[in-house]
């Protein structure tokens, strides 16, 4: 018999009993899924966790190597304070915490909306004391005064 007949014969066949051959797909999958689900908890829980590291880290890679703010440059992905990442992807403009609420977000939505342009990664110190828009936070602002202003060191004898 020739290859193209047995193909024609199959889809045929598929399409004339599609609904009983997923109805009992769907039957042994979910008799069977659930059995190995039960058997398999913690393996799954690895996985999970595994994935969502990835998807986090190449989130966050896309949007730069380091934190955002112009003088902290603080770049260790894998730093959890308190079982959360340190490094956290703020919105540039504002306007984070509604479309939190509305939607539920995570570096999967981010990834899936092809990583929308008004996002940064920000170090955790940063992204509490950053304004919308702005390259330095305040707590920078405060800790290197120097550098943000040449006159400094000349109006307080600073000179080395």
């Excluded at 190995?36 to 999970?48: A, D, M, P």
């Excluded at 703010?69 to 703020?90: P, T, W, Y």
């Excluded at 977000?105 to 940063?126: E, F, G, M, T, V």
Aim: proline share 2%; net charge positive; hydrophobic share 30%.
């Amino acid at each position: 018999m020739d290859r193209e007949k047995i193909n024609a014969y199959h889809r045929k066949y598929y399409l004339e009993h599609k609904n009983s051959i997923l109805f009992s797909k769907n039957k042994w999958l979910e008799s069977k899924g659930e059995e190995w689900k039960s058997k398999n908890k913690e393996k799954i829980k690895n996985y999970r966790k595994e994935y969502l590291e990835r998807i986090a880290l190449q989130v966050l890679t896309h949007y730069g190597s380091k934190c955002s703010c112009e003088l902290c440059n603080f770049n260790d992905f894998a730093m959890k304070v308190h079982g959360s990442r340190f490094i956290q992807i703020d919105h540039i403009n504002g306007g984070g915490y509604r479309i939190h609420k509305q939607k539920r977000w995570s570096y999967n939505s981010i990834k899936k909306d092809n990583y929308p342009s008004d996002l940064r990664i920000l170090c955790r110190a940063c992204n509490v004391s950053m304004n919308p828009s702005e390259k330095i936070c305040e707590y920078h602002k405060h800790l290197y005064p120097a550098m943000l202003i040449p006159e400094f060191n000349q109006i307080y004898n600073m000179e080395s």
